[in-house]
């Protein structure tokens, strides 16, 4: 006698409201918010309204997370390939495609009627133009067809720095051109230096990231020009803003360090040595902590030396 078929078991509550969460990408979100607020108080030159912060970031959470879950929809084919990005929620099937893109463009529209409600309409559209640049721009468009596809799909990651300080002032200005050209030129060598450590993954994928194609020793040529080009760009803060003595101190001393990191990464990719011994995550998680420290300098600034 055979024994009756057992219903495949339902993922818990728990587990779906975790992959929900998931599909926003949260590590990012915290870094996306990490370049909001601390140009908001620049642009008040002091403290801003508390509850001006709270619902441009609450606001800010929604659009990004909006256009990480469609991104997540139309990238599952990619994620199932890859060993970084298999256990997300789609490719273990604990969210539907359907629900994940219900579920990404509801936030969409949400994030944007909040941010033109409770803070502007000029901000609404700034993180409205993120969203569709991040999904249509770079997921669509560049990811899969070019090597520099984060080099101009990362663009989407710097409006934030535009979007905190229109959120005080109601305008564009200059300071936060600077801080959008900051993470603009920053996002190659962090992201280079991650695909790198990856790169038989985005290979396997047919994602022509910039280290799945080209050889170890160019993209740590790529990765060193580009650090250069970040700290200059990060100390033209100083005259554009009129910020005090702590924002340049703070540029120049975290700049140097990370110009250092990035050639150290750049000599050891013209060794024939595995991706392990270049140590790329070396420079991926300082890149984080220069950019995390860099914009804390940007909102400390006008509190001390004002």
Same mark, same amino acid.
């Given at each position: ?7 495949? !078991?339902?993922?818990? +509550?728990?587990?779906? @409201? ?6 926003? &990408? ?36 929604? !659009? ?36 994940? $893109?219900?579920? *990404? ?20 559209? @700034? ?15 560049? &990811? ?12 989407? *990651? ?20 600077? @801080? ?40 740590? &040529? ?11 760009? !990060?100390? +033209? ?8 003595? +702590? ?17 150290? @990464?750049?000599?050891?990719? &013209? ?11 070396? $420079? ?7 950019? !995390? ?14």
């Amino acid at each position: 006698m055979s024994l009756p078929l057992q219903a495949p !078991s339902r993922p818990r +509550l728990r587990d779906v @409201l975790s992959a929900y969460v998931g599909l926003t &990408k949260p590590r990012i979100i915290e870094l996306l918010l990490l370049t909001t607020v601390p140009v908001m108080f620049l642009a008040e030159r002091g403290v801003p309204d508390v509850w001006l912060v709270v619902a441009t970031v609450v606001g800010g959470t929604f !659009s990004a997370g909006s256009a990480n879950a469609l991104n997540c929809v139309y990238d599952r084919d990619i994620d199932e390939r890859m060993r970084r990005t298999r256990r997300r929620a789609l490719p273990r099937h604990v969210v539907t495609p359907r629900a994940a $893109l219900v579920f *990404g463009l509801a936030l969409g529209v949400v994030s944007t009627v909040m941010l033109g409600v409770w803070v502007n309409w000029l901000s609404a559209a @700034l993180a409205l133009a993120a969203n569709v640049f991040y999904v249509v721009g770079y997921t669509i468009l560049l &990811k899969r067809r070019t090597s520099q596809n984060i080099v101009w799909g990362g663009a989407a *990651g710097c409006f934030p720095a535009l979007i905190g300080w229109t959120a005080v002032t109601g305008e564009l200005a200059w300071a936060p051109v600077v @801080l959008f050209m900051v993470v603009f030129f920053w996002t190659p060598p962090h992201f280079w230096a991650l695909a790198l450590r990856y790169r038989d993954d985005y290979a396997a994928a047919d994602v022509p990231m910039l280290p799945s194609v080209a050889p170890a020793a160019t993209v740590g &040529k790529q990765i060193a020009a580009y650090a250069w080009v970040t700290v200059a760009t !990060s100390l +033209l803060l100083w005259p554009v803003a009129g910020t005090g003595w +702590l924002y340049p101190v703070a540029a120049a001393v975290l700049g140097a360090a990370f110009v250092v990191e990035a050639h150290l @990464l750049h000599r050891r990719t &013209k060794q024939p040595v595995a991706v392990a011994a270049m140590r790329p995550m070396r $420079l991926f998680h300082w890149s984080n902590m220069y950019l !995390s420290l860099l914009f804390l300098a940007v909102a400390l600034d006008p509190l001390l030396t004002r």
